[in-house]
T-cell receptor
Framework: DTGVSQNPRHKITKRGQNVTFRCDPI?????LYWYRQTLGQGPEFLTYFQNEAQLEKSRLLSDRFSAERPKGSFSTLEIQRTEQGDSAMYLC????????????FGSGTRLTVV | DAKTTQPPSMDCAEGRAANLPCNHS???????VYWYRQIHSQGPQYIIH???NNETNEMASLIITEDRKSSTLILPHATLRDTAVYYC????????????FGGGTRLMVKP
């Protein structure tokens, strides 16, 4: 138990379909981050929330991607019209503001687009 | 963000100390050094972090050189379960304080 629950753990979808992932922190944290990790690479930042507000988006987050955190607790990441290049592990992390605090990552959702 | 350089892979014998180096020669005065590890098919796991002083916790020790241009993560008695990719990250005081991961070091602990 990492303190962050991500569902589903695995998702296989056909190209062109929409998918949605969910991140549920077990405890309250004001910051929530989404990362993407492709095979053999380190995680790459996608976006983050301060409470309900989405404050920064990476250039990796195309207009097919949308993320929400409606009540400042759980978050969803939706990918519309999936492409094979979207195949990756999608990781959620929670933390507090400031440099002197680490993040806690979930186990991720592995997406395979066929 | 300051860039880090790590060897792509290392081996260590079970029960011995694993010393993982990291160069971060462009680090700024207010940037922290963080270490995470990632075991296959899991999310990254926080290990330790520091600013200037050496740090120790139940998992590892972090030795930061006086000029802060490099650091070493020490796992004092490596076990097979320590086999993982270890990421050294310099964390900047940007707006989101996000972590920027590099390629990491793949540590293989062998019996």
């Amino acid at each position: 138990d990492t303190g962050v629950s991500q569902n589903p753990r695995h998702k296989i979808t056909k190209r062109g379909q929409n998918v949605t992932f969910r991140c549920d922190p077990i405890s309250e944290h004001n910051r929530l981050y989404w990362y993407r990790q492709t095979l053999g690479q380190g995680p790459e930042f996608l976006t983050y929330f301060q409470n309900e507000a989405q404050l920064e988006k990476s250039r990796l987050l195309s207009d097919r991607f949308s993320a929400e955190r409606p009540k400042g607790s759980f978050s969803t990441l939706e990918i519309q019209r999936t492409e094979q290049g979207d195949s990756a592990m999608y990781l959620c992390a929670i933390g507090q503001g400031g440099l002197n605090y680490g993040y806690t990552f979930g186990s991720g959702t592995r997406l395979t687009v066929v | 963000d300051a860039k880090t350089t790590q060897p792509p892979s290392m081996d260590c014998a079970e029960g011995r100390a694993a010393n993982l180096p990291c160069n971060h020669s462009t680090i700024s005065g207010n940037e922290y050094v963080y270490w995470y590890r990632q075991i296959h098919s899991q999310g990254p796991q926080y290990i330790i972090h520091g600013l200037k002083n050496n740090e120790t916790n139940e998992m590892a020790s972090l030795i930061i050189t006086e000029d802060r241009k490099s650091s070493t993560l020490i796992l004092p008695h490596a076990t097979l379960r320590d086999t993982a990719v270890y990421y050294c990250i310099v964390r900047s005081n940007n707006a989101g304080n996000m972590l920027t991961f590099g390629g990491g070091t793949r540590l293989m602990v062998k019996p």
